[in-house]
């Protein structure tokens, strides 16, 4: 069993920050792509931005040179360092990830989700 833990969400005022962070436990044998979504009322959930195993990078473009996602292999970690925050940021974001057990299963697994909120 894998399992996905996000954190990180909150109020804050337009052209703030915030860091989100996700963390990954379990019976974990490797993790490829890790990744952020995030799903405001009433539209579809799109991708923020992911990042993989060789730190290979991919944004939105509603979020280039504004957000910039890392990880942490070793511990399993993937953050979100948002700036310049937009009310059109406003939603819940969740933290995805790509993670192979040791029985070689490939889980497509998803955090709770945190909700960022950002005031005009």
């Known amino acids: 069993q894998v399992q996905l833990v996000d954190s990180g969400g909150g109020l804050v005022q337009a052209g703030g920050s915030l860091r989100l962070s996700c963390a990954a436990s379990g019976s974990i044998f490797s993790i490829n792509v890790m990744g952020w979504y995030r799903q405001a009322p009433g539209k579809q959930r799109e991708l923020v931005a992911h990042?993989?195993?060789?730190?290979?990078?991919n944004y939105a473009d509603s979020v280039k040179g504004r957000f910039t996602i890392s990880r942490d292999n070793a511990k399993n970690t993937v953050h979100l360092q948002m700036n310049s925050l937009k009310p059109e940021d406003t939603a819940v974001y969740y933290c995805n990830a790509d993670i192979r057990d040791y029985r070689g299963y490939v889980h497509d697994s998803w955090g709770q989700g945190t909700q960022v909120t950002v005031s005009s």
């Open positions: 990042i993989s195993s060789y730190g290979s990078t």
